[in-house]
């Protein structure tokens, strides 16, 4: 039903764009996450456990 509603208006190029907009993204995300540096992945493993910093949104 909202198949024939979206070829009847014609706005099937808005999901088109919609999934293209995703695929691209999320292949950007993959591609920058695999390429990381290990000292840059090492950096952000271990922030959650670091102590004595105080950043500003913790002094809030």
């Given at each position: 039903m909202r198949r024939d509603i979206m070829e009847?208006?014609?706005l099937t190029f808005f999901?088109?764009?919609g999934i293209l907009l995703f695929?691209?993204?999320f292949a950007?995300?993959?591609i920058r996450t695999l390429l990381?540096?290990?000292e840059n992945v090492?950096?952000?493993k271990s922030l959650p456990l670091?102590?004595?910093e105080v950043n500003?949104?913790?002094a809030c």
């Open positions: 009847n208006a014609g999901a088109e764009i695929v691209v993204v950007a995300i993959l990381m540096k290990k090492d950096h952000a670091e102590s004595g500003d949104q913790e």
